[in-house]
């Protein structure tokens, strides 16, 4: 395979990522190229080292949306670097979305009852001093400040777990490529 055509499948399977990430990364496998010709390889042989460009696209997909959860730790990029995780293999995707999908849906139920349990604390909050509660309303209100701040340290922590399990699955799809790289190259 030649230079080109090499870098035109790259190209075309990184089609979508931002442009200066795509310049960075055809440069990269430019200079490749130009360190393999100046040490007396072929462009076929410099080709054939790197690998299909298919795979490699895939591969620099996946990191590069991994990167971008490491960088910004946002909704959207969690979202990309879970889809990139799931995207590595079919076999993965029969493990990883079942197991994904109820972990999400844990995530979220605790979410809604965090929500729930925040806004219970502030209604019990306002409305301790205009009724009798009982043990009167200083109670009523000291126990919903209680409720409220219970809810935003469960929000807190579900905030934690929550990073904790994107990481752990960029860990994962990390370990993924290192074991089925040799494997995908014979």
Excluded at 12 to 23: C, K, S, T, V
Excluded at 109 to 120: M, Q, S
Excluded at 127 to 156: E, K, N, Q, R, Y
Aim: glycine residues 12%; proline residues 5%.
């Amino acid at each position: 395979m030649t230079r080109e055509a090499f870098l035109a499948r790259l190209r075309e399977g990184l089609r979508g990522l931002p442009p200066q990430a795509l310049a960075d990364i055809i440069a990269d496998y430019e200079q490749h190229f130009a360190d393999g010709e100046a040490a007396g390889r072929s462009e076929a042989e410099v080709a054939a080292a790197l690998g299909d460009p298919d795979r490699l696209a895939r591969e620099v997909r996946a990191e590069s949306t991994m990167t971008r959860w490491r960088e910004e730790r946002s909704p959207s990029a969690a979202g990309a670097a879970v889809f990139a995780v799931l995207g590595l293999g079919a076999i993965d995707i029969l493990f990883l979305l079942p197991l994904l999908m109820g972990v999400a849906g844990v995530l979220f139920g605790l979410a809604i009852a965090v929500v729930a349990c925040f806004f219970a604390g502030a209604v019990v909050f306002a409305a301790g001093p205009f009724t009798d509660p009982p043990g009167g309303p200083l109670t009523a209100v000291l126990a919903g400040i209680g409720v409220m701040a219970g809810s935003a340290s469960g929000g807190a922590l579900l905030t934690i777990v929550g990073i904790g399990l994107m990481n752990a699955l960029v860990w994962y799809g990390r370990l993924h490529y290192r074991l089925l790289k040799p494997a995908l190259e014979s």
